[in-house]
């Protein structure tokens, strides 16, 4: 049992911050180098709720096998409880990103691109805002689950 929980736990680390890095640093970047910046744009709003619906699953199955693995464990319980609580900044930020900041983009978006001649500078500010935190909470889910990466490492002796 303790090999499974291992595999899951490590896979969704895997699968999650493998995902963050590719979609940050080489698929967006690439969809914004190629495409004009409205069409980029949709196409990389098109990919958000499957990058936060694969965050989300990727984090809750991790948390449920780190909460197991702490549980059998007979040594390093503080360091789990730290993997964990990374784990729970992860997936707040996640779910921050996903159910609150993404919708407003969108209608901030769709509001940008539907308003004759030049959007008002407010709803300009408001996405770039948004599109910062966005950004932030990116970085935020990406650092922690490095330091979740060190503390499995540690942790499991791989």
Known sequence: MEGILKFLYLTTLIVWLGGVVFFSFIAAPAVFR????????????????LYYALGTGAGAIGLAAGFLLRLQAQAGKGRWLLAMALLLVMLGANLYAWQV???????????????????????????????????????????????????????LRL
Do not use: C, K, W, Y
């Open 34 to 49: 190629t495409l004009p910046t409205q069409e980029a744009g949709q196409v990389v709003g098109a990919i958000f709720p």
């Open 101 to 155: 900041i993404l919708p407003r983009t969108r209608a901030l978006r769709s509001e940008i691109h539907t308003t004759a001649g030049d959007p008002p500078p407010t709803v300009m500010a408001e996405f770039r805002h948004l599109h910062a935190r966005a950004m932030l909470l990116n970085l935020v889910v990406l650092l922690a689950g490095v330091g979740v990466v060190v503390i499995a490492a540690v942790t």
